[in-house]
């Protein structure tokens, strides 16, 4: 099921915020006062009563936010609902932000519901702002435990004459994230405000707290397969939204890059005798697709279609090597790319995928195939293996000249739909020695 292509939530941000927020106009009753448990508030309003509440008292002017914990910003990139990255007046230097007191749902690695919403909404904000002020949550300012994003509070103005708003306030008073401070603690100055903000987000039933439908999250899988994603990716991505639906395929894992312990797969599929792929982004290695994927085998993919610098991608797969519900990508085959090179070290991502170069013992033309039998060790555990390999003839080659293969060794990839049995789609991809 496609995404619909209604533009509600950009038209409300774009239309409705900047009256609701920066010229202080209440929102829309009820207000946390006269909600009943059992009422929902309005998705389209932008609710600010209780932010409005917290005033910013620290002195500002000329600070640096590293060593004095406040600091003057300007916004270069949202990241998503709780994590953007800012240009420091002051000092000119760069600093990302993890919002403190609040965790908004997954919309990268992992993508849950009003993860991608979350997301929109802070940009929208941020990229709507005047002035942005970055408060740290400890003085001098501290890292999260990824080392690389700093903690802390996003203040904002809308205009001169309007007041500092907490935008981490923001988000909890609209329901786009519980609120994760402590009471009693002061590592949590902010914890009652906070706290009415739940209250009130959750008795309204608002996104996280109640079951309203996100338009920007599918919640189900489309059927399809990697050259139709590879050649029509539109067809499955909402361009209005920027957003893009869940789909379900079948690939192999051909490739993994990690950078800055970010797991980078490769995933390729053959179809009509070509080989398609596109990225997928599994998130830190600590998630499931990270230390579930195994470069080699072939999987039931079910992740959601994202873009990433203008370029697509699958990210949010969730895996199991218990299996789970049809959300969850399946093992389908365990061996089935496998490549024969001498020149590549194991690493334990190949998973039984990688095998020294192919030693020919026997070389027959079969039909219009050649067919080789080779052994080849494999990398993990030194074991040698046997293998049929076949390979299109494209290059008209006689008995002759096939039957002077034997005694070569070969560098290739090939897959196997059947055990033993390795396929190579073009002879030209085959080096011997």
């Known amino acids: 099921m496609k995404l619909n292509r209604r533009l509600l939530s950009i038209l409300l941000l774009s239309i409705g915020f900047a009256s609701l927020v920066s ?9 946390i006062e006269q909600t009943e448990e059992d ?12 932010t409005a509440k917290l005033k910013l008292t620290k002195d500002y002017a000329g600070k640096d936010f ?7 910003a300007e916004l270069i990139k949202v990241r998503d609902g709780d994590t953007a990255e800012f240009k420091l007046k002051e000092s000119g230097k760069s600093v990302v932000i993890r919002s403190y007191g609040i965790n908004t749902p997954e919309s990268t690695g992992k993508v849950e519901k009003w993860g991608k919403a979350a997301s929109v909404f802070s940009k929208e904000i941020l990229e709507s702002a005047k002035y942005l002020l970055l408060e740290a949550s400890k003085t001098p300012a501290v890292h999260d435990s990824y080392g690389e994003r700093y ?8 205009d001169d004459n309007s007041d500092w708003m907490n935008i981490n306030l923001l988000m909890v008073e609209n329901g786009y994230t519980p609120s994760n401070c402590v009471p009693g603690s002061i590592d949590y100055p902010y914890y009652a405000n906070f706290k009415e903000a739940e ?51 079948e690939a192999y894992i051909s490739d993994l890059a990690v950078r800055s312990e970010q797991y980078h797969f490769t995933v390729s599929a053959v179809i009509d005798g070509e080989i398609y792929s596109m990225p997928l982004y599994a998130g830190y290695g600590h998630t499931q697709a990270a230390r579930g994927l195994k470069v080699g085998t ?6 959601f279609l994202q873009k990433h610098y203008d370029k697509f991608q699958i990210s949010g797969v969730k895996y199991s090597d218990f299996g789970g519900d049809a959300d969850y990508s399946k093992l389908l085959i365990k061996n089935y790319y496998l490549e024969f090179n001498d020149n590549k070290k194991y690493d334990v991502s190949w998973d039984k995928s990688l095998f020294s170069s192919a030693l020919i013992s026997a070389a027959v033309i079969d039909g219009e195939n050649i ?41 290739f990839k090939g897959y196997q739909e059947e055990a033993g049995t390795v396929t190579v789609l073009k002879y030209s991809n085959i080096e011997f020695k």
């Not at 009422?39 to 209780?50: G, M, R």
């Not at 920007?216 to 991505?237: G, H, I, R």
């Not at 072939?298 to 992740?303: A, F, L, S």
């Open 23 to 31: 010229c202080g106009t209440k929102p829309s009753k009820p207000t």
């Open 39 to 50: 009422v929902e508030l309005d998705l389209n309003q932008v609710y600010s009563d209780i």
């Open 66 to 72: 590293f060593s004095e914990g406040i600091g003057e």
């Open 151 to 158: 903690l802390g509070y996003v203040w904002y103005k809308m």
């Open 199 to 249: 209250d009130f987000a959750s008795k309204g039933k608002l996104r996280i707290h109640g079951n309203a439908v996100d338009q920007y999250f599918s919640t189900k899988a489309e059927k399809t397969d990697l050259k139709k994603l590879v050649e029509d990716p539109n067809a499955y991505y909402n361009v209005e939204l920027d957003t893009g639906s869940k789909v379900e395929f």
């Open 298 to 303: 072939k999987y039931k993919i079910v992740g």
């Open 371 to 411: 067919k080789l039998t080779v052994t080849a060790t494999e990398l993990r555990d030194e074991e040698a293996q046997n293998f049929t390999i076949l390979v299109p003839n494209t290059n008209k080659l006689d008995g002759s000249k096939v039957a002077g293969l034997v005694g070569k060794k070969a560098s």
